[in-house]
């Protein structure tokens, strides 16, 4: 097995969020800081790329090629990963070229990376072709995501342990489904409450994949599916007001696609069903605020 290159500051810290947990009425909330992992504004996919940019180097490649939409914090991710490792990137993104780069892709552009819009073309399959015209390229899948790459959150899971021996709950975003896989293969699936984020059509089938490749046993998953709304792109009402409450209560800046959904979820859940009042919830706060300064509603 390839040891991941270290991209990142390790451990994140885990902080309590005791002003966020009393406006909620639950008793003891943590927020696992993912977001200030260090590379490039952060977020959860550093921990990724850790495990994809050493399969890259061990290959010998010289590029880095991924893809995602035009705010994907993967891809501006992958851009600072290979500018931290001396690589160049290509990122394949949907749609066509904006008049005017806002967000995430103003600092794709910062990290040199070369932009490639694919239109309404399948993505994927642009970004395979990409792969195979440049020599010496390494194709990163979607979000960063592999049997292989969700190890890095199985590292996560350990630090939380280390940090939290008595940790109940993990709520984390679901996008392309490794980080959720990762947290599940080490914590087991009832101490993970995935988000859906409306960035697949079956994160169930997208998360089982990650396990099965990562030879886990059939997970019993909880997948909350409740915030997506009109859709991925779209700014909703309660996550307008999750990402009041988190930066009103706690100083904590959120992002209207991944951590604001995740948020708004664990809200409603909590004013739904309860958390047990000796619930130890921790609130994976897995970055992606630059999608804040490229959403159209905001
Ligand atoms: C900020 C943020 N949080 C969470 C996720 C979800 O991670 P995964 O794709 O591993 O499900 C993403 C994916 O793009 C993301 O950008």
């Excluded at 409450?193 to 490749?213: F, K, M, S, W």
């Amino acid at each position: 097995m390839i040891s991941p290159v270290p991209l990142g500051t390790w451990p994140t810290p885990l902080e309590p969020a005791p002003r966020l947990a009393a406006a909620l009425g639950i008793d003891k909330l943590w927020i696992k800081r993912d977001d200030l992992c260090g590379l490039g504004a952060g977020g959860n996919k550093v921990r990724k790329l850790q495990y994809s940019c050493a399969q890259a180097l061990a290959a010998g490649a010289t590029t880095l090629i991924t893809s995602g939409g035009p705010q994907s914090n993967h891809a501006r991710l992958t851009a600072a990963a290979a500018a931290r490792l001396g690589l160049r990137s290509v990122l394949v993104l949907a749609g066509d070229e904006p008049d005017r780069p806002r967000g995430n892709l103003i600092l794709d552009r910062l990290a040199g990376a070369e932009i490639v819009w694919a239109g309404s073309a399948p993505l994927e399959q642009i970004a395979a072709a990409e792969a195979q015209r440049r020599p010496r390229s390494h194709l990163i899948p979607f979000g960063g995501t592999s049997p292989a790459s969700a190890l890095a959150y199985v590292d996560c899971a350990r630090e939380l342990t280390r940090q939290l021996p008595e940790l109940d709950q993990v709520v984390v975003a679901v996008g392309s489904g490794g980080t959720m896989a990762g947290l599940v293969a080490e914590l087991g699936a009832e101490r993970v409450l995935g988000v859906d984020t409306g960035a697949t059509p079956d994160p169930y089938a997208a998360v089982g994949a990650v396990l099965d490749g990562m030879r886990q046993p059939p997970a019993r998953l909880t997948i909350d599916r409740s915030q997506i709304g009109a859709g991925y792109h779209a700014l909703t009402e309660p996550v307008r007001e999750a990402l009041k409450l988190a930066a009103r209560t706690e100083g904590l800046f959120l992002d209207p696609t991944y951590t604001g959904r995740a948020l708004a979820a664990l809200i409603a859940r909590h004013a739904a069903h309860g958390l047990s009042r000796e619930g130890r919830v921790v609130f994976l706060h897995s970055g992606g605020l630059p999608g804040l300064f490229g959403h159209p509603e905001v």
